[in-house]
């Protein structure tokens, strides 16, 4: 077991019991003189001896004790995460986070280390639903840890348990509910913006989920399973019934598919169905490592969507509903620099969401016609930026942000973001140790290729070389730079003439953005907008 929880267990007994006390607890245990270390590794039945030691000293049953130390660990465990709590996070915005978030801080002190399995899924505005996967059947612990949280961020929360391991369930499930004595409206959450620039985003309508096992609309078009291999770009697909003959060769040749980066090394046959639900599919526009999007038409409104799915259904069901629940985060968000989300479903077992259907080009295409003037790129920079402060106040991580996922409108005016990497489908980079991690090549963070998950930090990274790309007219690190084990990204920045003649206080901060360690990064959002808005209001140049 993790020695950071021996710790937080000893400093509990400590500071309520007194250190005689903890020395008991430990000579009763069997490991008198035992002296623990937050970075350790510690066998399991050291550690419940000590806590039952813990139990029979203080004369408590073990489910009262073990939710106690929770509830006092709670505080703890949120200041050992640091910087990677967004300031705006509160609990459900953390709880969105809390497998990304535990498995970060446990294994950068221990790479070894195998913490338990806790994933979280929103039910509603006001619940969320934390699953809890353990052997060691601290599930006491866990239902502290949560409660705990109402009192870290002044939120009133009730925690119940739904299932116990202890009663026979394959795993733990808790339903954390937020107690609100006010309504909150949207101007008043500050999440929802209104939405300009494209005709097509005013019409949000709200979400739906389907899940029609027997919806006529359903998905006509069957795939071979057998043959899909879960994460690989090349995959030969074949279904029985369609258009084009039920299959297409995709070449990658779409304007929104662009990116070298995102596409099979040769052409690819994927599915083609006749429709997902109540949209009829017409074309692909993008292929990734596990996930395709079309384009379809909205047959019920009219109007053209683009709809993203996943190629394999051949994946755990927690990441299934990891894609759903990450989408359903997103469709509350109605900003100007954000792809809207339309609807959020499933059909054969197969997870869809619908997105506006953005026309103009990807800021991959505009930055390889040549360089960008000083303010296109300032403009453009500056509405992802907000467009990124948007989601990651509500607790998603985009964990794939590269100009071919930044689309501008044929006047170069608008951008925003989309092709989120929900529940890890991005393409394949590899790590210094030759291991796969999910992401684009030239626009990773080091923690990322080191293994570790992203969190909200990482965006910061990755937007640092897109503002860098467009800043300086070149691409910040080419794929040979990944192959090296030189991982000090600020020494091989190739400054061109257009880079040197950018304002030194927005160098400081585009550098800043790319450090390599993300405890210095610059990842402050009113700090960068501080340096950015004075400079735009500064420029005269309206071209791109």
């Known amino acids: 077991m993790h020695g950071s929880i021996c710790v937080i267990l000893k400093k509990f007994i400590e500071q309520n019991y007194g250190k005689e006390t903890w020395s008991e607890i430990l000579r009763l245990a069997g490991h008198d003189g035992l002296v623990l270390s937050p970075i350790q590794n510690y066998p399991d039945e050291a550690v419940f001896a000590i806590v039952g030691a813990t139990c029979e000293h203080l004369e408590i049953d073990m489910t009262t004790g073990l939710e106690a130390v929770g509830r006092f ?6 200041r050992f995460a640091k910087g990677m709590l967004h300031p705006d996070w509160k609990t459900f915005e953390l709880l969105a986070n809390i497998e990304t978030l535990i498995h970060r801080t446990i294994r950068v002190s221990n790479p070894d280390a ?9 039910l509603s505005d006001d619940q969320v639903q934390v699953v809890y996967s353990s052997q060691r059947g601290l599930c006491a612990l866990a239902h502290g840890i949560l409660q705990g949280l109402g009192d870290v961020f002044d939120e009133e929360l009730t925690v119940v348990q739904n299932t116990c391991v202890h009663k026979g369930d394959p795993f733990c499930t808790f339903t954390v509910t937020k107690v609100s004595h006010v309504a909150e409206t949207p101007s008043e959450s500050g999440v929802v913006a209104t939405a300009v620039g494209s005709s ?3 019409l949000t309508g709200g979400h739906i989920d389907h899940d029609p096992t027997s919806d006529p609309y359903a998905m006509t078009s069957e795939i071979d399973e057998s043959e899909v291999e879960s994460g690989t770009d090349e995959v030969p697909v074949h279904i029985s019934s369609g258009n084009s003959a039920g299959q297409f060769v995709y070449t990658g040749k779409t304007e929104q598919s662009s990116d070298s980066d995102t596409l099979p090394s040769s052409s690819t046959i994927v599915p083609l169905p006749k429709r997902i639900g109540r949209y009829s599919i017409h074309e692909v526009l993008g292929l990734g490592g596990m996930g395709i999007v079309y384009r379809g038409i909205d ?11 996943l190629k394999n259904v051949k994946i755990e069901d927690a990441k299934k509903e990891q894609f759903l629940a990450e989408a359903r985060r997103l469709a509350k968000l109605n900003h100007p620099n954000v792809v809207q989300i339309y609807d959020v479903g499933k059909v054969a077992q197969r997870p869809y969401f619908v997105m506006e259907f953005l026309e103009g080009l990807s800021l ?3 930055l390889a016609r040549g360089p960008m003037s000083f303010h296109g790129a300032l403009r453009i920079l500056k509405q992802i930026l907000d467009g990124l402060h948007a989601i990651h106040r509500l607790g998603i991580v985009h964990r794939d942000i590269k100009p071919g996922n930044i689309m501008l409108s044929s006047d170069m005016q608008q951008s925003q973001l989309l092709d989120f990497g929900l529940a890890g489908d991005h393409a394949a980079a590899s790590t210094s140790k030759g291991a796969s991690v999910s992401g684009t090549r030239g626009y990773l963070p ?11 930090r990482s965006d910061f990274f990755s937007l640092g070389c897109v503002a860098y790309e467009m800043l300086s007219g070149k691409m910040l690190h080419q794929l040979s730079h990944y192959q090296s084990e030189n991982r000090l990204y600020l020494k091989v920045i190739d400054e061109t003439e257009q880079w040197n003649m950018v304002p030194e206080v927005l160098k400081s901060v585009v550098l800043g953005m790319l450090n390599p360690n993300p405890e210095e990064r610059v990842c402050e959002y009113d700090h960068i907008i501080g340096v950015i808005g004075p400079l735009l209001g500064n420029s005269f140049s309206s071209d791109s």
């Open 364 to 366: 991959a295409s505009r």
């Open 114 to 122: 195998d913490p338990a399995n806790i994933q979280a899924f929103e």
């Open 299 to 309: 047959e019920t409104l009219m109007r053209t969507v683009a709809i993203k799915t």
């Open 446 to 456: 080091p923690e990322r290729l080191k293994g570790f998950p992203g969190d909200y």
């Open 200 to 202: 097509s985003s005013a």
């Open 73 to 78: 660990a709670t505080p703890e465990l949120v």
